[in-house]
């Protein structure tokens, strides 16, 4: 018995096998289909926006599926947190700023609104102070229950300052007079007065067009004294006892401070890693105060969950409403092609771009000539395709997507090929006049062998780096791919020196293309670690020195864009937006740092008790403060 | 009970003597040839070893030659707008995975990988592993304490999250990491490295507990006294009997090696995206595998039957040095 069964052992196991996957491909055949795969739900610019499925009402609770982690920066603690998702629960329900928005998609999404404050200012003496005055009568949640004041707003912006309490980006607000010193010693910036409760002053060292934007993030919102104090110097840990100044608050938060030693974290920021985060109403929060929230659920619930397949799984099965997960492939053909499920694939721009960037000084990208003809050769087509096709995103062209200018430059495609698929001859043109070509269109030197790119482990880095490397060959470059879990940390380390990287991708902190280029572009902005100019615009020999970068390579005669994003500072309105819009030809065809090729989208997949939803232009989320969901 | 066929009892109950018949001399291997030789499972498992090895060798260009398919080659035409792969047809045998790259072809230069993982960084642990454990199987005392718990720590050690940390330090440069005795290069060198480096404890610790027997037994005495060194006694006494042993651990260890490869080109890990290997498809088919079946079906199929053939030949052959064995 004991040998047939052994030998049986081999041909078992793969028959089981075969058996099982075939099963599990019955759920659906079109995979193996010629299914064209029509775009469905979106392409550029037929944006979803909002989404009824009946009237909303108040009450129920609204369940979000949450993939892998909360991934939160900074332990959700205002000062700190940098996340966009955690930005949509912070400004749609738990804090306000002095400036915020309606939480609606598109360009009204992207208009400043008083939210603490009762109007959004108008800068004076010569665009250099910031009035703002505050709404009588709102009050903090539990456990602090007082009237919101300007000095704590004073507060928050003093905790942001000092870097002791873990701000990501305080950068934004080194323009208010005594900011980087107070930032030294932990004092107050000398730039903000608070002449009386309702008012708010700043003094700016010098005219920044985008300030009221700049008022808006999390960070800025009003933070009690007594409570905050509590967690000074400790990044991170008042991310637990947000004192809630918005419609909700954090589940826990109830009774009356009295100390420091007597607040516990409150428990509906709990688990493992705070892998469920729970919002019930705040008492506190008058309604009559508040002309855009609409706050249907009594309850949201933010469930951490490994596994997208069981999420979206939930979601279809009306256990979630709502999901923070990237849809795979599979998913956002399923909701494209079923005409029932169709209606809950909500699709809006992301403004965010996703690009392969290029280092001007390293070879063979030290050329302006070789990158140009990267982004004649590459096939934009095929890598929107591996990330999931038109609903994924649009093609990207340029540096900032085409909202970040009111939908200027939508248009604009300076390496235009036929079907954004590549174009081999244009390349190879640009390729002749290349240093490294020997004027046969093709790069000959060793410089463009095995040149060393750095990516990512996801399915979609997979998908794309074959797709990258076979355009590139086209006009002989060969790349060394080196894929590592979390490509960032590498690409964002200066003496690394790496090459080229088709990891990054940015979206933008506020509705201002500066939140592009003064990041990105701007050499004063460059660090050894954690730097975000991948390319190098703008480096110099000297700055290398002093910065202590480490950077080897060709750092003669490499482009600046400082001078540029300096004059577009100063600008406001529509001269504002044409100066960016200037700047990013002026990168794209001058300085030429990145192949952008997708401006993504934000593709969100609802449950069926969803009655009311909206998109928040501002986080590139779900507007948490218009949802609604029917009763169980 | 019957007696042995040259001792006869005749009916008075006498023993008569009888001819004696003549057996045949057996040398060791060919006994051991006779065991193994019953044992069709592990023949077949040889045979199909055999089989794979010659796929590791010429199956990825022959199935280029015959396909026409370059293993990174990606064909737009075979995935959807979705970027969802199709499944086999006339020109795909195995379907495409999700870039849209011919699964045939990649599946067989996925053998020369996994393959050569496998015995490369099995052998490196073997070899280790024997150094290891012989030293401290024979010399005891503090050496073997060193060594031996040394061995434990490794055995301590999360693998995953340390296989994760060296993969990641070294391949974050083109030239990879400078480790002053050698320099370790990014792709299938890191992975061997950290499949050998959690792998010989295992063998380490057996062949010392091995050694230890071994080194009690009379023909190491009898060495001994006739002056033979401690190298000399190790290379000639105790090693030739630990070859079987190894043999077989070898062929189990492969399979092992083999699959952790796969764990680590699952987690992205592995060897480097456009090298193909079982392992780093299966990790393709992770998000896919309920509408694009094929990416799992035809690596997890090689994966398995490597596995399964490697083991059923392991299990023959220990059998088969086993004179103690039941057969």
Same mark, same amino acid.
Do not use: F, Q, R, Y
């Given at each position: 018995m004991r040998k047939p069964l052994r030998l049986a052992l081999l041909a078992l196991p793969v028959a089981a096998l075969a058996i099982l996957t075939a099963g599990c491909g019955s759920k659906s055949s079109s995979g193996s289909s010629n299914n064209n795969g029509s775009s469905g739900a979106s392409s550029a610019g037929g944006y979803t926006g909002t989404y009824e499925n009946g009237s909303a009402e108040k009450g129920g609770t609204y369940t979000v599926g949450w993939e892998q982690s909360f991934g939160f920066t900074d332990n959700f603690d205002p000062t700190g947190e940098y996340l966009g998702n955690a930005w949509g629960i912070l400004d749609n329900l738990l804090v306000r700023p002095l400036i915020g928005y309606k939480h609606a998609a598109g360009a009204d999404g992207n208009e400043l609104i008083g939210d603490l404050a009762t109007a959004v200012p108008t800068p004076t003496d010569n665009g250099l102070t910031y009035t703002y005055k505050l709404r009588s009568g709102i009050k903090f949640g539990p456990p602090v229950n007082r009237v919101i004041t300007s000095k704590d707003v004073a507060y928050a912006l003093d905790r942001l300052a000092d870097a002791k309490n873990g701000g990501q980006y305080g950068f934004y607000y080194s !323009?208010?007079?005594?900011w980087d010193a107070a930032g030294k +010693?932990? =004092?107050? !910036? =000398?730039?903000? /007065?608070?002449? /009386? +409760?309702n008012t708010l002053v700043i003094h700016l060292t010098k005219p920044t067009g985008d300030f009221n934007r700049r008022m808006s993030m999390p960070a800025t919102a009003p933070i009690p004294s007594n409570v905050g104090d509590c967690f000074k110097g400790k990044p991170g840990a008042y991310g637990r006892n947000v004192i809630s100044s918005g419609p909700y608050m954090i589940a826990g938060s109830t009774g009356s401070f009295t100390s420091c030693s007597a607040l516990k974290p409150f428990s509906g920021y709990a688990g493992d890693n705070g892998n469920h985060l729970t919002l019930v109403r705040n008492p506190n929060y008058d309604q009559s105060t508040d002309s855009y929230r609409k706050n249907y659920p009594d309850k949201f619930a933010f469930v951490v969950n490994s596994n997208a397949d069981d999420i979206y799984n939930k979601v279809q099965a009306g256990q979630y409403d709502d999901e923070q997960s990237s849809p795979q492939p599979k998913t956002i053909r399923q909701y494209v092609t079923d005409p029932n499920l169709k209606k809950r694939l909500l699709v809006n721009g992301g403004d965010r771009t996703w690009y392969i960037t290029m280092n001007l000084t390293q070879p063979p990208f030290d050329d302006i000539a070789v990158r140009k003809a990267m982004n004649y050769i590459i096939d934009k087509q095929a890598l929107r395709k591996a990330w999931g096709g038109p609903v994924v995103a649009a093609i990207g062209t340029h540096i900032a997507p085409p909202a970040m200018y009111n939908n200027g430059l939508a248009e604009y495609d300076p390496y235009a090929t036929p079907n954004f698929s590549g174009d081999l001859a244009k390349a190879q043109a640009e390729m002749k006049k290349s240093k490294y070509s020997n004027g046969t269109g093709t790069c000959s030197a060793s410089a463009c062998k095995g040149v060393l790119m750095v990516a990512d482990t996801r399915a979609v880095d997979n998908r794309m780096i074959p797709v990258i490397q076979a355009d590139a060959k086209k006009i002989g470059i060969t790349f060394t791919v080196r894929s590592i879990n979390g490509a960032y940390t590498t690409i964002q380390t200066t003496n690394k020196n790496v090459p080229i990287s088709e990891r990054p991708g940015w979206g933008k902190d506020y509705a201002d293309p500066y939140t592009f280029f003064g990041e990105l572009f701007d050499s004063r902005a460059l660090i050894p670690s954690g730097n975000t100019n991948y390319s190098l615009v703008g480096i110099t020999p000297q700055i290398n020195t002093e910065k202590k970068l480490g950077v080897k390579g060709n750092l003669n005669n490499v482009p600046s864009v400082n001078n540029l994003i300096d004059n577009c500072q100063t600008k406001l309105g529509d001269a504002r937006l044409t100066c960016w819009e200037n700047l990013d030809k002026h990168l794209m065809t001058q300085v030429v740092p990145w192949v952008p090729y997708l401006f993504a989208n934000v593709a969100t997949i609802l449950g069926p008790r969803v009655t009311n939803w909206s998109y928040d232009q501002f986080s590139d989320t779900t507007a948490y403060s218009q949802v609604a969901v029917k009763q169980a | 009970m019957t007696n042995p066929p040259e001792f006869q009892v005749t009916s008075g109950g006498a023993v008569a003597l009888q001819q004696p018949i003549s057996v045949a001399r057996k040398s060791p291997s060919r006994l051991f040839w006779e065991r193994l030789r019953q044992d069709k499972a592990a023949l077949a498992g040889g045979v199909v070893i055999v089989v794979l090895v010659l796929i590791a060798i010429f199956g990825g260009p022959i199935a280029k030659q015959v396909t026409g398919h370059g293993p990174n080659q990606t064909f737009d035409s075979m995935t959807d707008a979705y970027g969802v792969p199709y499944g086999p047809n006339a020109s795909f045998w195995f379907g495409a995975d999700s870039a849209g790259r011919d699964l045939f072809v990649r599946t067989m230069y996925g053998a020369r990988t996994s393959l050569f993982v496998g015995v490369v960084a099995s052998g490196l642990a073997l070899f280790i592993g024997l150094v290891v454990g012989m030293v401290a199987g024979f010399f005891g005392g503090w050496i073997d304490t060193l060594l031996s718990r040394s061995a434990d720590v490794l055995l301590a050690v999360p693998q995953i999250l340390i296989a994760v940390g060296v993969v990641a330090a070294c391949s974050s440069s083109k030239s990879g990491c400078d480790l002053k005795l050698f320099h370790l290069q990014p792709g299938l060198p890191v992975v061997i490295a950290v499949i050998t480096v959690f792998s010989w404890s295992y063998i380490a610790r057996i062949v010392r507990g091995y050694t230890l027997s071994l080194r009690e037994k009379e023909f190491v005495e009898a060495a001994r006294s006739l002056g033979a060194g401690n190298i000399r006694i190790l290379a000639t006494e105790i090693f030739p009997n630990l070859v079987g042993p190894l043999i077989v651990y070898a062929t189990l260890l492969i399979p092992t090696n083999i699959l952790f490869e796969a764990a680590l080109s699952y987690l992205g890990l592995g060897v480097p995206a456009t090298t193909p290997s079982w392992g780093a498809i299966l990790n393709d088919a992770s998000g896919l595998y309920d509408v694009a079946w094929w990416l799992m079906l035809f690596p997890g199929a090689f994966l398995i039957i490597t596995t399964l053939a490697f083991n059923l030949l392991g299990d023959g052959l220990r059998d088969a040095f086993d004179v103690r064995s039941d057969r």
């Open positions: !323009v208010i007079k005594g +010693n932990g =004092s107050h !910036v =000398s730039g903000i /007065d608070t002449p /009386d +409760n | -």
